[in-house]
């Protein structure tokens, strides 16, 4: 079963740091894009960063550029988003993404996500 | 980056109609638009992708179409578990960036 198990969310204060991590299973995680996806409470959907297959490209949203770092390990088949210098309005649930392979850029398998709170 | 439109941004309902959202991009994305469906509390699923191409084990009473910056995603007999809200998402450039969604509620 192709799955995504988000983990590393938590309360943190603003301007503190959290890292988010994401086990990916039931498929080749090294051969596929992934991305950081975020809602912020009854909010829409936000793209956060995307990374390439092996780690080497990566873009950003320019709300987190310059603050958050999307990396991967593909020996241990998991995605990572470093956080730093956290406001309130980075506050949401946050999907670990796969990218639908042969079809750049679309979605189609979300972890279950989960939340990150920045409040003093 | 582009805007994403969409409209109605909810409607009412019952099971067996036919309802039609629409999607609007703010500069011509080809066909490079996706659709997503979220249940309250639960993960997007993807429906559509490419405008028109149905995802791997989505029913067939979701259809979507259009091109350029005009798009719409069809539900053609509603069923009891279609209530939901429905992203339009673009994948012609980054940042991707998604619609505001349309709330399918029961009537």
């Given at each position: ?48 960063a ?8 990566t873009?950003?949203a ?5 603050r958050?770092?999307?990396?991967r390990d ?47 | ?34 659709w ?24 067939s ?7 350029g ?17 429905y ?13 505001q ?7």
């Amino acid at each position: 079963e192709v799955q995504l198990v988000e983990s590393g969310g938590g309360l943190v204060q603003p301007g503190g740091s959290l890292r988010l991590s994401c086990a990916a299973s039931g498929f080749i995680f090294s051969s596929d894009w992934m991305h950081w996806v975020r809602q912020a409470p009854g909010k829409g959907l936000v793209w956060v960063a995307r990374i390439n297959e092996d780690g080497t490209g990566t873009t950003y949203a320019d709300s987190v550029k310059g603050r958050f770092t999307i990396s991967r390990d593909n020996a241990r088949n998991t995605l990572y988003l470093q956080m730093n210098s956290l406001r309130d309005e980075d506050t949401a649930v946050y999907y670990c993404v796969r990218d639908r392979p042969g079809d750049n850029y679309y979605m189609d398998v979300w972890g279950k996500g989960t939340t990150a709170t920045v409040s003093s | 980056d582009i805007q994403m439109t969409q409209s109605p941004s909810s409607v009412s309902a019952s099971v067996g109609d036919r309802v039609t959202i629409t999607c609007r991009a703010s500069q011509d994305i080809s066909s490079w638009i996706g659709w997503y469906q979220q249940k309250p509390g639960k993960a997007p699923k993807l429906l559509i992708y490419a405008a028109s191409s149905l995802q791997g084990g989505v029913p067939s009473r979701f259809s979507g179409s259009g091109s350029g910056t005009d798009f719409t995603l069809t539900i053609s007999s509603l069923q009891a578990e279609d209530f939901a809200t429905y992203f339009c998402q673009q994948g012609s450039s980054f940042p991707l960036t998604f619609g505001q969604g349309t709330k399918v509620e029961i009537k």
